[in-house]
Structures are given as structure tokens and as C-alpha cells.
């Protein structure tokens, strides 16, 4: 799990835009499976971790492992993105502008607020 983290930090970075996105869901799929290893380790513990203790575990996980830049950039990510059961759609219009859509499993479909920036 290091290792792969170490790869999401620096494929954020990276002049392809598939590449960052890779690197996005990747840090994103990270951070469910540490959280879930967290959850079940405490449940052995019979103690019920709460949301902000996952959030600062996971904090601390990723600046124990990386540079504070690369630690900052997952961080942002992995708390900005919606996880599980998100699918991104980014689309570009006739104008050469991208948008990104978000639909969650339940079908709900969200899109960033008009004069946004929109990471491209």
C-alpha cells in the first residue's frame, strides 16, 4: 500500500490528464481500503471509530508516507471527491470548456457551479 500511494502522488502531477485521473481514483480506492482495515482492526478492539478520527488517520497515514507536498495533494483529493459509488464524466463542450458530471449509484447527477474552475 506504500508503494501505491507513492505511485497516486506522483501520477497527480503527471502532463496527462488520463494519468492524474488514474492517479485520483486510485487514491480513492486507497483510502477505502485503509479505512476499511482501520474499521475492522478497531472492531476487534470493540471500539467505534468515528468519521474524523478515519479522516485523521488517514491524514496521518499519508504524511507518514510522503513528502508534505505529495501528502497535501493526495489529501486534497481523497476529501474534495465523493468515494464510493461515484462515476466522473468529464465532457468537453463545442467551446473547448470541460465539465465534469458526477452521478452516484442512486442516480442523482451533480455538476460544478457555473464560473467554477474545472481541473483540466
Not at 478497531?42 to 508534505?68: G, I, M, R, T, Y
Not at 473547448?96 to 458530471?101: E, I, L, Q, R, W
Amino acid at each position: 500500500m506504500d508503494k501505491l500511494i507513492q505511485i497516486a502522488a506522483t501520477q497527480l502531477s503527471d502532463q496527462l490528464p488520463e494519468s492524474r485521473e488514474a492517479a485520483r481514483n486510485l487514491a480513492l480506492e486507497l483510502q477505502v481500503i485503509y479505512e476499511k482495515s482501520q474499521a475492522s482492526t478497531s472492531d476487534e478492539n470493540e471500539s467505534e471509530p468515528s468519521v474524523s478520527q478515519d479522516a485523521e488517520s488517514w491524514e496521518a497515514f499519508c504524511q507518514s508516507k510522503l513528502s508534505a507536498l505529495s501528502a497535501q495533494a493526495i489529501l486534497r483529493v481523497t476529501s474534495t471527491t465523493p468515494k464510493e459509488g461515484v462515476a466522473s464524466t468529464t465532457k468537453t463542450t463545442k467551446e473547448g470548456v470541460a465539465s465534469t458530471t458526477n452521478t452516484t449509484k442512486e442516480g442523482v447527477t451533480s455538476a460544478p457551479k457555473e464560473g467554477l474552475a474545472v481541473d483540466c
